[in-house]
């Protein structure tokens, strides 16, 4: 299933922690440049994923991922197959768009973020699955 199958919302298209400011017990979000209509699962997967350090990555990812998942879905309720096919189009993304490869840094960190994608893709698929049933329990 690809997930232009999936309901879209408006969406920040650069969601990351530079864009979030904290004041008076408020996040405000800013930088709204590069909003768009997208399924929101893959803006969520994509600000989940940009902050870890893929090199020193050990296994609590995995119990973060789906932490991540169960608390995302507390607030706004996605199926595993949103999730899953979140997921494989991110890593689509990580691979394949080379509009920043100037800059090197950026371009590294997706690398590595792709390699792990790619490396741990069943388990991620399997931590969705276990999100979901956490959530029916």
Same mark, same amino acid.
């Given at each position: 299933?690809?997930?232009?199958?999936?309901?879209?919302?408006?969406?920040?298209?650069?969601?990351?922690?530079?864009?979030?400011?904290?004041?008076?017990?408020?996040?405000?979000?800013? /930088?709204? /440049?590069?909003?768009?209509? =997208?399924?929101?699962? *893959?803006?969520?997967?994509? =600000?989940?994923?940009?902050?870890?350090?893929?090199?020193? !990555? /050990?296994?609590?990812?995995?119990? *973060?991922?789906?932490?991540?998942?169960?608390?995302?879905?507390?607030?706004? &309720?996605?199926?595993?197959?949103?999730?899953?096919? !979140?997921?494989?189009?991110?890593?689509?993304?990580?691979?394949? /768009?080379?509009?920043?490869?100037?800059?090197?840094?950026?371009?590294? !960190?997706?690398?590595?973020? !792709?390699?792990?994608?790619?490396?741990? =893709?069943?388990?991620? &698929?399997?931590?969705?699955?276990?999100?979901?049933?956490?959530? &029916?329990?």
């Amino acid at each position: 299933v690809g997930i232009s199958k999936f309901e879209t919302s408006l969406i920040h298209g650069d969601l990351n922690s530079s864009n979030i400011i904290y004041s008076k017990q408020r996040l405000n979000f800013i /930088d709204f /440049d590069n909003c768009t209509y =997208f399924p929101q699962s *893959y803006e969520v997967l994509r =600000f989940f994923f940009q902050y870890f350090d893929f090199q020193e !990555a /050990d296994s609590s990812i995995f119990n *973060y991922f789906e932490e991540f998942i169960v608390s995302y879905n507390s607030i706004n &309720k996605l199926t595993n197959v949103e999730w899953e096919s !979140a997921l494989t189009f991110y890593l689509k993304v990580l691979v394949t /768009d080379i509009s920043m490869v100037e800059d090197k840094n950026f371009f590294q !960190a997706r690398a590595l973020r !792709a390699q792990f994608i790619a490396d741990n =893709f069943k388990r991620l &698929k399997n931590c969705i699955n276990i999100s979901i049933m956490k959530e &029916k329990n």
